[in-house]
C-alpha cells in the first residue's frame, strides 16, 4: 500500500541553525510534491511546489529537493527563527485531486 | 486576491445529530475544491473534492456526504452523526498545476 513518512514526529533546532525536514514516500510515482506549514488550529498554508521532473526549488529561505530515484524529499530551512517553529506537513499526488499528506513533523526553533 | 471562508469556526453535537459545514471561495472562478478531515496528531485525510458544479468524488465511504450547489460553494453534510466523525474539518481550492489553500477549519466535537 502506499505510505507518506515524514522524519520525525518531532524536531528541535537552535535559532540560525538549518532546520532538514524529510519525506519519504513508498509504493507511490507522484508527479507532484507540497510542502505546507500548519500552526495549531489552524489550516495548513501551502510553501512549496516541486515537479517530478524538477530536483530543487527555492524560496527565500526555503529549499526542497525531490528525488524520485530514492522517493525522497528534503525540506530545508536556513537561519531558522522562533516564528518558524510549526508542524510541516508533505503531500505528494499524481495530481491536485489524488493529493495524499503525511503525518507531519513538528518543528521547534529555540531562541 | 482569492479568500476562503469556512463556518462555525467551532460545533459540538450529539450524537445522531445533522452536520452542515459550509465553504465559500472569493476571488477565483471554477476552482477545484475538497474537503478534508484531520484527528488529533494525524495527517490530512481527503473526504470529497469536486471540479465542478454538481461533480462531487468520494474517496472513503462514511456516513458523510458533498454538494457543491454553486461554483464556489461547498457543502459537507451528514443525517446522523458518530462519535469517531469528531474532528477538524478543513476546506480547500486550488487551481491545477498549484498548490492547495486551506479555509480556517471548524473543530468539531461528536457528543
Known amino acids: 500500500s502506499q505510505k507518506i513518512e515524514q522524519n520525525s514526529e518531532a524536531l528541535n533546532i537552535q535559532e540560525g541553525k538549518t532546520a532538514t525536514l524529510t519525506c519519504n514516500y513508498t509504493?507511490?510515482?507522484?508527479?507532484?510534491l507540497q510542502w505546507y506549514r500548519q500552526d495549531p488550529g489552524r489550516g495548513p498554508v501551502f510553501l512549496l511546489l516541486?515537479?517530478?521532473?524538477?530536483k530543487e526549488k527555492r524560496k527565500e529561505r526555503l529549499k526542497v529537493t525531490f528525488d524520485t530515484t530514492l522517493k525522497q524529499s528534503l525540506f530545508h530551512i536556513t537561519a531558522s527563527q522562533p516564528a518558524d517553529s510549526a508542524t510541516y506537513l508533505c503531500?505528494?499526488?499524481?495530481?491536485?485531486?489524488?493529493?495524499?499528506f503525511g503525518a507531519g513533523t513538528r518543528l521547534t526553533v529555540k531562541p | 486576491s482569492q479568500t476562503i471562508h469556512q463556518w462555525p469556526a467551532t460545533l459540538v453535537q450529539p450524537v445522531g445529530s445533522p452536520l452542515s459545514l459550509e465553504c465559500t471561495v472569493e476571488?477565483?472562478?471554477?476552482?477545484?475544491l475538497y474537503w478534508y478531515r484531520q484527528a488529533a496528531g494525524r495527517g490530512l485525510q481527503l473526504l470529497f473534492y469536486?471540479?465542478?458544479?454538481?461533480?462531487i468524488s468520494s474517496e472513503v465511504p462514511q456516513n458523510l456526504s458533498a454538494s457543491r450547489p454553486q461554483d464556489r460553494q461547498f457543502i459537507l453534510s451528514s443525517k446522523k452523526l458518530l462519535l469517531s466523525d469528531s474532528g477538524f474539518y478543513l476546506c480547500?481550492?486550488?487551481?491545477?498545476?498549484?498548490?492547495?489553500?486551506f479555509g480556517p477549519g471548524t473543530r468539531l466535537t461528536v457528543t
Open positions: 469536486s471540479v465542478g458544479i454538481g461533480q
Open positions: 509504493n507511490y510515482s507522484p508527479a507532484y
Open positions: 503531500a505528494l499526488g499524481a495530481n491536485n485531486n489524488d493529493m495524499r
Open positions: 480547500a481550492w486550488s487551481v491545477i498545476g498549484e498548490g492547495q489553500y
Open positions: 516541486i515537479r517530478e521532473n524538477e
Open positions: 476571488g477565483t472562478s471554477n476552482p477545484n
